[in-house]
Antibody, heavy 123, light 107 residues
Framework: QLQLQESGPGLVKPSETLSLTCTVS??????????WGWIRQPPGKGLEWIGS???????YYNPSLKSRVTMFRDTSNNQFSLKLSSVTAADTAVYYC???????????????WGQGTLVTVSS | DIQMTQSPSSLSASVGDRVTITCRAS??????LAWYQQKPGKVPKLLIY???TLESGVPSRFSGSGSGTDFTLTINSLQPEDVATYYC?????????FGGGTKVEIK
């Protein structure tokens, strides 16, 4: 059974960079050319797709966040990561990692999700 | 950018009722629409994709329909375990967008 687990600091100061890692178990991020994504959910609000990456490093980002987002993958450790720079209180959210349901293309639903990790931006 | 609008934003219904949630896209997205269920404090779960195909293991009381700009999620015979917020999501392009969500409660 594929499992995803987010990890990273729960508190980030304003203007700094948020860094999260998603560790995948029960399957390899290098198998099947799936895309792997990040989604966030501010407290009490809806879902926002941040971006996605595949095993070869091809990325797609939400244009609304593109200038601040970087994603990369570490296939040797079966992980992929998110960096979001210049954070503000508006970036406070639960951050989820997830797998896209269909191989090769990013334009698909998300079928496996991590449990999510709350990141608070505050001084 | 295509916007996804859900209605209503919340609803309250009795056990056994039929519940309908609507999702409207600001431009046509063919049938590239998914529905997710997020129970309180839990992770979103994929329910339906390509507008009407149930994900494996999803109870048959859930159904989806629509194409183009107008889509519907129906819960036939609402159950207590269906209390959740439901989100639609378009995936017609490499910009995935979610609707604002519909919170379903038991009356």
């Amino acid at each position: 059974q594929l499992q995803l687990q987010e990890s990273g600091p729960g508190l980030v100061k304003p203007s700094e960079t948020l860094s999260l890692t998603c560790t995948v178990s029960g399957g390899s991020i290098s198998t099947g050319s799936y895309y792997w994504g990040w989604i966030r959910q501010p407290p009490g609000k809806g879902l926002e797709w941040i971006g996605s990456i595949n095993h070869s490093g091809s990325t797609y980002y939400n244009p609304s966040l593109k200038s601040r987002v970087t994603m990369f993958r570490d296939t040797s450790n079966n992980q992929f990561s998110l960096k979001l720079s210049s954070v503000t209180a508006a970036d406070t959210a639960v951050y989820y990692c997830a797998r896209h349901a269909v191989m090769v293309i990013v334009a698909t639903p998300l079928d496996y999700w991590g449990q999510g990790t709350l990141v608070t931006v505050s001084s | 950018d295509i916007q996804m609008t859900q209605s209503p934003s919340s609803l309250s219904a009795s056990v056994g009722d039929r519940v309908t949630i609507t999702c409207r896209a600001s431009q046509g997205i063919s049938n590239y629409l998914a529905w997710y269920q997020q129970k309180p404090g839990k992770v979103p779960k994929l329910l339906i994709y390509v507008a009407s195909t149930l994900e494996s293991g999803v109870p048959s009381r859930f159904s989806g329909s629509g194409s183009g700009t107008d889509f519907t999620l129906t819960i036939n015979s609402l159950q207590p375990e269906d209390v959740a917020t439901y989100y639609c999501q378009k995936y017609d392009s490499a910009l995935l967008t979610f609707g604002g969500g519909t919170k379903v409660e038991i009356k």
